[in-house]
């Protein structure tokens, strides 16, 4: 068979004029990844070339190109950094670190499942990689230990962020990625596609307990079989598949994987807490102590289990390093004389009945413990869920509660737990009082300034500042241009939690008056007063008063803005000799009209606005753009008169 380095058509080529690819190093369901040289920089990287079939999909390569600059816009040192994306002829490809070492999944595969420190010192940097794209809003969607890279100083990175959707977005079927995939899917994932940062918390918390048991949670022998457990049944704890593991450890399982997304951490930040402070609460020589402690390399010394773990026999039985058996399976007994044997006999029945003795005592100790000095522990599970439901929970099991002022958490949602006194997993006896602390939300911060801003520039501001955009009204303002933002509810500069929605009021501008009726020349100068560009059309129309308005557009009420264009049609006069036959209120001759305050407006804007309501403008000293100052400023003025401003 022809090697597969020789017979890839890729090997030896240059693409886009800088990556010589030198070697193929593995293939996928979706693309081929390979060894290169970046001519340019002159240094080792890994080159993805997708599969010819998505290559030709654009909506694929849309997607892709798009997730790419998201992932590499992230800078985390646990996150493989993707250099350059970029398509050449028909190869569609993208650059990444070249990182020396192997998967998670090889790690698994040689030593069978890690112990607990092991397991939560892995997940560590894998939760601060995930918490990274949760912070920038980006999902990965596909959380598994073939996209964890171990380096060979054991550094943790993870890969492949946002392909799972740019090949979702694809509509193409790959039966390998599926299977791949779903031992690791999110119940929300399996019933509508959908998937966010709680669904990556999900496939942490079954990644977890695929690390501390060795097997996935859920198995069947089709795909559609372990999506339809993940849908239906609860991940177990793992310390029922590996007896000896901290009950913490299960709470921590157990809530990652929850099927209601709520009941999860909210991201992969908010799980990395838990797990570095379940950690820290675990001696250093924890895994030894169990005897699950790494093996080395290559290393499945033995089949016998390591105590506390399943009997020989279990199919759940693990294999551990010899270098942590009990002593006392390691060398065979000496031979003993008959002499040895009477002297063994007789010391082993004076140790039966010390060992007799010392069970009754025991035996009773324990039956006072459960009748007279019944304990309990305060559940683990309490922090995150309602108050209301937290409250029933342990009244029901015989506790007092008691519940405390509110406090901001930024780890908690408004109105569940954010603490308890004793604290969680404290032996507390039945009658007990247990105070709960609910949280009132995350801490506050200053609302944002967007006064000025669209809607949608207000409502993109707000989020990337934490807050969630609240209601949106409407005002007549003479400021603030039409569909501008005029305040917010709290206003800026207002301390608020982010659990907390933020109003936004809009401006509808000014509202158009009803000028029908009017004599035109003033309704004229009322609109040029309000910074209107007014026009003006004459038409004859029997039975109205000449030089009356009869029609305006827009109708009064509309909301409209400086500079906004108006029109005004003015029933036509019928005379001859305008100084005999018109009234003179109508001539305009001396005429005083309304003079516009246009203080703060720019210079430019400010002198047509005068100019157009019939005045003349002088300009004096200047030293800014905005008028600081104006004379007259409001009332009325003769027409043609002399209106002085200063900058």
């Known amino acids: ?79 493989v950094a993707v250099y350059d994306q970029g398509t050449d002829g028909e190869h569609v490809f993208l650059v990444m670190e070249y990182v020396r070492g192997r998967t998670l999944r090889d790690v698994l595969s040689e030593r069978g499942r890690l112990g607990p420190r ?10 601060a990689a995930l918490g990274a794209a949760h912070r920038a809003g980006l999902v990965h969607r596909d959380v598994k230990p073939e996209n964890v890279l171990i ?45 966010d940062v709680r669904s990556d918390v999900y496939a942490a918390g079954t990644m977890l307990f695929e690390l501390l048991t060795g097997e996935l949670p859920h198995q069947g022998d089709t795909p559609l079989a372990v999506a339809y457990k993940h849908v239906n049944d609860a991940v177990p704890a793992p310390s029922t598949w590996v007896p000896g593991l901290p009950h913490r450890l299960d709470v921590l399982v157990l809530r990652a994987t929850a099927r209601e997304p709520g009941h999860r951490p909210q991201d992969a930040n908010a799980m990395l807490a838990e797990v570095a402070e379940v950690c820290a609460g675990l001696p250093r020589d924890f895994d030894a102590r169990m005897g699950t ?18 009997p020989p026999g279990d199919s759940r039985t693990r294999v551990f390093d010899a270098r942590t058996a009990p002593s006392n399976l390691a060398p065979p007994p000496p031979r003993r004389t008959a002499s040895d044997r009477a002297i063994g006999a007789l010391t082993g029945r004076y140790v039966l009945i010390a060992i007799g003795a010392l069970a009754a005592v025991i035996l009773g100790w324990a039956v006072w413990y459960q009748t007279s000095g019944q304990y309990d522990h305060v559940p683990e599970q309490i922090i995150g869920m309602r108050v209301a439901d937290a409250r029933n929970q342990l009244e029901q099991g015989g506790l007092d509660v008691r519940v405390a002022e509110p406090v901001f958490n930024d780890r908690v949602a408004k109105g569940q737990v954010a603490s308890t006194a004793p604290g969680p997993g404290a032996r507390i006896t039945e009658g007990s009082t247990i105070t709960l602390t609910p949280s009132k939300g995350r801490t506050p911060r200053d609302v944002p300034d967007v006064a000025g801003k669209t809607e949608a520039e207000a409502r993109r501001i707000l989020r990337g500042k934490g807050f969630t955009p ?12 039409k569909d501008r933002v005029m305040r917010t509810d709290p206003r800026a500069g207002t301390s608020q939690s982010p659990d907390e929605p933020v109003d936004i009021v809009v401006s509808s501008g000014m509202s158009m008056p009803s000028l029908v009726g009017r004599n035109g020349q003033e309704a004229e100068n009322q609109l040029r007063g309000m910074g209107l560009d007014v026009k003006v059309e004459k038409r004859k129309q029997d039975g109205r008063r000449p030089g009356a308005v009869i029609s305006q557009d827009p109708e009064p009420g509309t909301g409209v803005s400086r500079g906004d264009e108006v029109t005004l049609v003015v029933n036509e006069r019928d005379c001859f000799f305008r100084e005999f036959f018109c009234d003179d209120g109508d001539r305009g001759d001396g005429e005083r009209i309304p003079v516009p305050n246009v203080m703060g407006q720019p210079l430019d804007q400010a002198r047509k606005a005068l100019r157009d309501s019939g005045f003349d403008v002088k300009i004096g000293s200047r030293f800014g753009n905005r008028v600081v100052g104006q004379n007259p400023v409001g009332g009325e003025a003769p027409r043609g008169s002399e209106i002085t401003i200063w900058g």
């Not at 090697?3 to 693409?15: C, K, M, R, W």
């Not at 890969?159 to 039966?175: C, I, N, P, Q, V």
């Not at 209601?471 to 003479?478: F, G, I, P």
Request: glycine residues 10%; aromatic residues 4%.
């Open 118 to 127: 092991a397991a939560l010192e892995i997940m560590q940097p894998v939760l």
């Open 1 to 79: 068979m022809m090697d597969a380095t020789v017979a890839d058509p890729l090997i030896g080529q240059v693409l886009d004029g800088r990556y010589r690819i030198e070697s193929r190093i593995a293939r996928g369901g979706m693309a081929t990844v390979y060894l290169a040289r970046d001519t340019r920089l002159d240094r080792v990287v890994a080159i993805k070339v997708m599969h010819a079939g998505l290559a030709t999909d654009e909506e694929f390569v849309r997607r892709f190109i798009g997730e790419a600059k998201a992932a590499a816009a992230l800078s985390n040192p646990n996150v």
């Open 151 to 195: 380096t060979e100083d054991g550094q943790a990175k993870v890969a492949d962020f946002g392909l799972a959707r740019a090949e979702t977005a694809s509509g193409m079927t790959k039966t390998g990625m599926i299977i791949g995939t779903v031992g690791y899917l999110a119940p929300e994932q399996v019933l509508s596609g959908s998937a």
């Open 470 to 481: 609240g209601q949106v009204s409407k005002a007549t303002s003479q400021q603030v241009a």
């Open 293 to 310: 402690a790494m093996p080395p390399p290559g290393g499945r010394t033995s089949v016998l289990p390591a105590p506390g773990m399943a």
